[in-house]
């Protein structure tokens, strides 16, 4: 039988490979083990989503804010489906909650051992960045960075977390490092996105989901999060009046090659 984290690993994989079907099956398993999992709601909402079942996945959405109401992807998804369904007041009160939102003592370890307390690390955080503990969960972005600083997806979760903290400069820090590294890299390039939102800089945001669909058509994050803007006609002046405090999506994660 599997453990919790077997169950919840299988299903995030499916969920990134687009098998909605499987990921479904498994994430519901785990959350008859634990209800806690804000982001498996996520995942579960998104499905439900793409399955045309938006009463579930409202349902999914919410239960998630219940649990973490700063958790910034599931209100721009969220956003996404009042949108979607017309409901725009819905969608313009989360955009008005969104708008208030803010040496190496390991040489000795050898590199498969040091992978793996990165990836527990990693694992830690992001249990601590899903119940809205993001200073936690920055704490063990950098323990797991310490260890493996070229660990891009990693640093992308870091990029994440400080935004969820509110510390944007330094999220796009985090996020343009990653970029600088592998200009191709869509999670960051999404990621970065999130954050301009987040500062109220549409364009900037807009810039990068463009890149994003310039390096993969077929991202689903981007030309969603561009749809969504679009329609919700975010003009520059509205950036202005803004004065820099928005939020905004996420992508299908992309795990480095350890």
């Known amino acids: 039988m599997e453990t919790l984290k077997e169950l919840l690993a ?93 040496g190496s003592g390991h040489a000795s370890i050898e590199p498969v051992l040091r992978g793996k307390l990165s990836n527990l690390h990693a694992d830690i955080g992001d249990i601590y960045r899903s119940i809205g503990l993001y200073s936690y969960a920055i704490d063990e972005y950098k323990k797991a960075l310490h260890l493996n600083p070229t660990y891009f997806d990693i640093r992308t979760k870091l990029g994440q977390a400080l935004r969820e903290n509110n510390r944007f400069p330094e999220s796009l820090k985090e996020l343009k490092s990653v970029l600088k590294a592998d200009a191709h890299y869509c999670p960051a390039l999404i990621q970065t996105g999130i954050t301009y939102y987040s500062l109220g800089k549409i364009s900037e945001a807009k810039k990068n989901w463009h890149e994003a669909l310039s390096k993969e058509p077929d991202n689903e994050y981007a030309r969603m999060y561009l749809r969504l803007c679009d329609s919700m006609g975010a003009p520059a002046a509205e950036e202005k009046k803004a004065g820099g405090r928005r939020k905004a999506p996420a992508s299908k994660k992309k795990t480095a090659k350890r």
């Not at 989503?49 to 999914?60: K, L, P, T």
């Not at 219940?66 to 996404?80: G, K, S, W």
């Open 10 to 102: 299988i299903g995030k994989q499916y969920f990134d490979n687009k098998q909605y079907a499987q990921a479904e099956s498994y994430l519901k398993r785990v959350m008859e083990k634990s209800s806690r999992y804000a982001d498996v709601l996520n995942m579960l909402g998104v499905i439900a989503h793409v399955e045309g079942r938006f009463a579930s996945a409202i349902d999914y959405f919410r239960e998630a804010l219940n649990i973490n109401p700063r958790y910034t992807e599931v209100m721009l998804n969220l956003a996404v489906l009042y949108n979607d369904l017309g409901q725009y007041s819905e969608a313009k009160k989360i955009y008005g909650k969104l708008r208030g939102g803010k």
